[in-house]
């Protein structure tokens, strides 16, 4: 049944590179969502200033943010019990929450993301052109309004006949295909200038 | 259907590595859609899934499943955007302390962070903690002195170096598309135009990576503008997944915008100000439903970026402030005075950046990409380091700029000189005078101010992503701030003046001078942008008061009136002409008397016009017009003696099917006649099997006179998106005008070059 073929074949397409995509947001989804709070990633922050000959501190606690206030947290109390609430009006208090699992998780997959672009940049550049120097296959790309449609009505037949067969040859295709793309967009941008100036 | 051949039915899972085969529906790079076409194949497409509905419950299932899938798609491209804008914020505060020092408990952990648990911090020393130390006291074991600071300065500029040179690097090799803002061609392209490869998936990857490590590098830019075009991305991806929205690029446009909305609403944390945004700045069309879907992805995307929680407080932007002190009448003046700030500092950034970036096109200064971004880099960080206010992250001198003065901050802005005996409570502080670290501040502000200005109008533009809104907001504030110093200092030495003496008593809290270093960033990011409605929401979401309205209004207003004074163009429309992209804006007023029949072509003196005729050509004629000629489509007539008009044909679509006829009809060859009625004309026997190309025939082309005024025309064009337009003349077709015409001649009448309108 062609019809059914067809579009299981254009939806396996699209959703072959999607799932690439998917995985990654369920890699990263995940974590924040099932981040327990630790005891390192809570805490209530207290800021009193200098007060009479007192000096100005910091006091840090590990409280609700219902018991987020200078009377749970300001321990010991520097002034006596007459002075507390003046002292108090002073101080500023916030109730701050981090997720050090999400933190540690986005950087390191950042890192790994930079690192693999990095190996596959120094790959490109300096690798490829070796490997690909004996093939001689290098298709130099029509610059400027060649009439494509010309070509398109008198040439050949687009090789669609002679299908690629094993996976191998087809991720050449692809990457071969992919490399042609970047040229032109970079010929677009940086050279021409057409775009992006 | 065309590829219907060529599909054996292996649909393995590496078919998508196959090149994809051009379909008749499908448009060519650099080609406008057209507009009524894709409104018709989506009401068409509609009514069948409607029709089909009735049938059984699984057709049914299938019709609700349809109406439902923008709204997923809209879920989709929420939870992405907002994932995204997370990881970005949370590498960038990472990598922006990484150039001064890092964490030695844990390498992750940004200065922040590291410093969280510490208890040896002391309301001095706020900032220190033995956890974090910096690259002196690590290498060398020296905190202070003079050789400490030498290697942290060198530091500062190899890491800041070694950033945009990765940045760069990355673009160019694998995505050069993903430079510069975004936002000049993500408006173009929502009006119709095709650019293949700039909403892909490497251009996502790579302007989400390089973005972050162009931010910690120091340049003076931002995250917005990308940001936005990070998030339509997204919309690309998710809509390329539903066939409603990857067949039809007019709805993929809807889709679009809704993400372009979404995007700003991560950048700002506000997610009315980014449906705004994208009403008033990005999108063409934006119909009603667009707008609702727009709200829902924004609100996603900004609930995800909160759950995600970047800033460890529950806030979406790092320059959230909410005081409510209340402002004064009087204030209005400096505020107006700070919206000519805006609106002069507008136009003066547009007209140098729009001038350094045309050098940049034409001469030899754009053959050295990598080597420009590594001398501004060097530049902005050999200037940046001594000045502590422009040594940190714009955004935290954004956020601390525009915190009010407490009795608990720490900064030198901040250094007044106190009263002993106050017991005020923290957030009425009266009005103090200055002490000398606020008058060291003054300077050192008003350096980084014209250091910013300047080197802004180098960076914006060049090969790394940047954005303009935070540099713009922090030209602004730092303005405002001072402003707000000034008035506050005046206040409080002059208080028996006239103009004090009514609200401001002395021991009061009059003067706020963080709430005037806001006004300044709302006037200078209106004078660059020239938005109106959405700046003002951004800006009172950014801050949470709605009473600041009056005075962000009063300052947009009049930075938008000095600035369009100047120059009626906001920045993303200068860069739009300068790259001569073929958009028709609909801000515009053309205003000017000329006729159809002065725009159309063949003007006198040109050849005549190419035409196809209704059954008397070969298909070698046809051929051998589309070869001669380039362009996009041709009108067909009845003959060549009647020049009565029948339809409108693509260029695109005869080829194919002129390809398509040869390969798999029977019978026809060059000879064959070409017709486009509905039965086959007379032919003498023994001649070749004609071609019927009545299907690719479009019979509803639109014509105007040749009185009409051009006035009429560009509306519309404008209003129905179309790509070329028919003159008549009591029913014979006299010329044609197309899009890149009525461009060339709304910059002829505006005096501008009109053949900078290089796409077709």
């Known amino acids: ?197 | 259907m065309v590829n219907a051949g060529d599909m054996n039915g292996s649909g393995n899972l590496m078919d998508f590595l196959d090149e994809p085969f051009p379909d008749v529906g499908t448009y060519e790079d650099f080609h406008t859609i057209d507009w009524l076409r894709e409104k018709s194949r989506d009401t068409d497409r509609h009514r069948k899934i409607t029709n089909k509905s009735k049938e059984s419950i699984w057709e049914f299932i299938k019709s609700l499943l349809d109406a439902w899938s923008g709204w997923v798609v809209m879920l989709l491209i929420g939870l992405l955007a907002g994932t995204l804008a997370g990881v970005i914020d949370l590498a960038v505060d990472w990598m922006t302390d990484l150039k001064e020092g890092v964490c030695l408990s844990a390498f992750w952990y940004s200065h922040e962070q590291c410093c969280w648990t510490s208890n040896e911090t002391t309301f001095d020393d706020r900032d220190k903690c033995p956890q974090w130390q910096k690259w002196s006291e690590l290498l060398v074991n020296q905190s202070e002195g003079a050789s400490a600071y030498i290697l942290n300065y060198f530091l500062y500029i190899m890491w800041a170096l070694c950033f945009a040179f990765l940045a760069v690097s990355l673009v160019r090799v694998f995505a050069p598309y993903a430079c510069g803002s975004g936002i000049p061609e993500i408006k173009t392209i929502l009006s119709g135009f095709i650019i293949r490869g700039y909403l892909g998936k490497w251009t996502l990857l790579i302007k989400t990576v390089t973005l972050v490590l162009v931010v910690s590098s120091g340049l003076s830019l931002g995250k917005e503008g990308p940001l936005v075009h990070v998030a339509c991305c997204c919309g690309n991806f998710f809509s390329s997944l539903f066939s409603k929205y990857s067949k039809n690029e007019g709805k993929r446009r809807e889709v679009l915008s809704a993400a372009a909305a979404a995007g700003v609403s991560v950048a700002f944390g506000a997610p009315i100000g980014g449906v705004l945004f994208s009403l008033e700045e990005v999108s063409y069309y934006f119909p009603l439903k667009t707008l609702w879907r727009s709200f829902f992805a924004a609100l996603v995307a900004a609930f995800t970026l909160r759950s995600i929680n970047p800033f460890g407080n529950s806030r979406l932007v790092l320059f959230y402030v909410e005081y409510h002190t209340p402002w004064y009448m009087a204030e209005l003046f400096p505020f107006i005075l700070l919206g000519v700030f805006g609106g002069l500092w507008g136009t003066l950034f547009i007209r140098c950046n729009i001038a350094w970036c045309r050098r940049r096109k034409t001469t030899r200064l754009g053959k050295y990409p990598v080597l420009e971004v590594i001398v501004i880099t060097a530049i902005t960080a050999v200037i940046a380091y001594p000045n502590p206010y422009t040594r940190r992250s714009t955004s935290e001198l954004i956020s601390e700029l525009f915190n009010d003065c407490g009795a608990l901050e720490s900064s030198q802005l901040c250094d007044y000189i106190n009263d002993p005996n106050m017991t005020r409570p923290v957030d009425d502080i009266p009005d103090r005078p200055a002490g000398p670290g606020v008058y060291t501040a003054m300077w050192q502000l008003a350096l980084a101010l014209v250091f910013k200005i300047v080197i802004t109008i180098f960076t914006f533009g060049m090969k790394i992503p940047s954005g303009l809104f935070i540099p713009s907001m922090a030209v602004g504030a730092m303005a405002g701030r001072m402003v707000g110093i000034g008035v506050e200092q005046l206040a409080y030495h002059h208080h028996d003046w006239i103009i004090f003496r009514n609200w401001c008593r002395p021991g009061a809290d009059c003067v706020t001078p963080g709430l005037y270093a806001m006004v300044g960033a709302a006037a200078c990011l209106g004078g660059v942008t020239r938005m109106t409605v959405s700046l003002v929401v951004i800006m009172f979401e950014l801050t949470g008061g709605l009473e600041y309205i009056v005075p962000l209004m009063a300052a947009a207003v009049t930075s938008k009136w000095v600035a369009d004074a100047f120059g009626k163009e906001g920045i993303y429309e200068a860069h739009i002409h300068l790259n001569g992209y073929p958009f028709l804006d609909v801000k515009d007023e053309f205003t000017h008397r000329t006729l159809a029949t002065d725009v159309m072509r063949p003007r006198r003196g040109e050849a005549p016009l190419s035409v196809l005729t209704q059954d008397s050509m070969t298909v070698e004629d046809v051929e051998t017009l589309i070869k001669e000629t380039d362009y996009n489509g041709f009108p067909v007539v009845v003959s060549k003696d009647s020049e009565r008009l029948i339809g409108f044909a693509q260029r695109r679509e005869l080829i194919l099917a002129i390809k398509n006829a040869r390969q798999r009809q029977d019978g026809v060859v060059s000879n064959s006649i070409v017709y486009f009625t509905e039965d086959p004309p007379e032919l003498p026997p023994n001649s070749p099997h004609p071609l019927k190309l009545r299907r690719i025939l479009n019979l509803s082309p639109f014509t105007v006179t040749d009185h009409t005024p051009m006035e009429t025309v560009v509306d519309i064009f404008r209003k129905l998106g179309l790509r070329q337009c028919l003159v008549t003349r009591s029913g014979r077709l006299l010329g044609i005008i197309t899009k890149k015409d009525v461009l060339r001649h709304m910059a002829q009448m505006a005096n501008q070059d009109p053949e900078s309108i290089m796409f077709n």
Not at chain 1, 76 to 96: Q, T
Not at chain 1, 101 to 107: D, L, Q, S, W
Not at chain 1, 148 to 160: H, I
């Open chain 1, 1 to 197: 049944f062609p019809q059914a073929s067809m579009m299981f074949a254009q939806c396996t397409r699209k959703c072959g590179s999607s799932v690439l995509l998917i995985t990654l947001l369920c890699c990263i989804l995940p974590p924040p969502a099932q981040a327990s709070k630790s005891s390192e990633d809570i805490r209530c922050k207290c800021i009193c200033p200098p007060y009479r000959n007192i000096s100005g501190h910091i006091y840090n606690k590990n409280v609700s943010q219902k018991d987020c206030n200078c009377l749970h947290v300001v321990e010991p109390m520097p002034v006596p019990g007459n002075d507390v609430e003046a002292y108090c009006l002073l101080c500023e208090c916030k109730y701050e929450e981090r997720s050090t699992t999400t933190i540690k998780v986005i950087i390191i997959i950042y890192l790994s993301v930079v690192g693999a672009l990095l190996l596959y940049m120094a790959f490109l550049v300096l690798v490829d052109p070796l490997i690909r120097k004996p093939d001689a296959y290098t298709q130099p790309l029509h610059n400027e309004e060649e009439n494509e449609d010309a070509r398109s009505l008198a040439a050949a037949p687009t090789p669609s006949g002679a299908r690629a067969n094993t996976v191998l040859e087809r991720v050449e295709g692809a990457q071969q295909r992919w490399k042609r793309q970047v040229q032109e967009q970079r010929k677009t941008v940086f050279d021409r200038h057409k775009m992006l100036s």
